[in-house]
């Protein structure tokens, strides 16, 4: 079975530009969330989607925002962008979301924000 | 708030020596614990969980994990590492919230770097 992808790898944007990072889950699997990690916050939590409706949010302004499409891939959108958006954004995949599920992690997006 | 706290930032250990991670969480709630593996440039992959149970829960790598309700923590232990255990180590937990919904969020812990030296 295919892993969780997630695309670009990499990117480099500049301030108030806006930025869309895609993920592909694995398959068959319907819940998708999305992290930010960074070497001061760590790994946080910013959104999860389940049947194209999100379920479940973090505490992230406004300007980062996500969707989930019938096939379960899943986009995050950040608006106008600042320096403190540069970070490593993973996508997890599981089943149902459920809180015992194991969380299958893509290898990320590096977004820097210049 | 909940929060998992991991005690060391970094941990520098012999190869064959053996090594202990340490993990402990706040919650007002019970939680499932995981323990997390991270190598350069590579997302997070699940080393090991505790859901219930026997509270020594194993890896097919060697690792396991204890959870204690009483000191609220869930230490990661190697016996002997090696040089590919070189990683970066998360603990995290989610929350068991009935009638709620918790889905599909981890918090986790600040992160443990293993530095395994030859």
């Known amino acids: 079975k295919a892993g969780v992808t997630q695309t670009p790898r990499y990117l480099i944007k500049t301030r108030g530009q806006q930025v869309t990072l895609s993920c592909s889950p694995i398959s068959g699997h319907r819940s998708v969330s999305w992290y930010q990690q960074t070497p001061g916050q760590g790994l946080q939590f910013l959104f999860e989607?389940?049947?194209?409706?999100?379920?479940n949010k973090g505490n992230f302004p406004g300007r980062f925002s996500g969707r989930q499409f019938s096939n379960s891939r899943s986009e995050m959108n950040v608006s106008t962008l600042e320096l403190g958006d540069s970070a490593l954004y993973l996508c997890?995949?599981?089943?149902?979301?459920?809180?015992?599920?194991?969380?299958?992690f893509g290898p990320g997006t590096r977004l820097l924000v210049l | 708030a909940q929060s998992v706290t991991q005690l060391d930032s970094q941990v520098p250990v012999f190869e064959e020596a053996p090594v202990e991670l340490r993990c402990n969480y706040s919650?007002?709630?019970?939680?499932?614990l995981f323990w997390y593996v991270q190598y350069p440039n590579q997302g997070l992959q699940l080393l090991l969980k505790?859901?219930?149970?026997?509270?020594l829960v194993k890896s097919i790598n060697g690792f396991e994990a204890e959870f204690n309700k009483s000191q609220t923590s869930f230490h990661l232990r190697k016996p002997s590492v090696h040089i590919s255990d070189t990683a970066e180590y998360f603990c995290a937990v989610s929350l068991i919230w009935y009638g709620s919904s918790n889905t599909g969020k981890l918090i986790f812990g600040q992160g443990t770097t293993l530095q395994v030296k030859p």
């Open positions: 997890a995949s599981s089943l149902l979301g459920r809180e015992e599920e194991t969380q299958y």
């Open positions: 919650s007002s709630v019970s939680v499932y």
């Open positions: 989607y389940f049947s194209e409706t999100q379920r």
């Open positions: 505790y859901l219930s149970g026997s509270t």
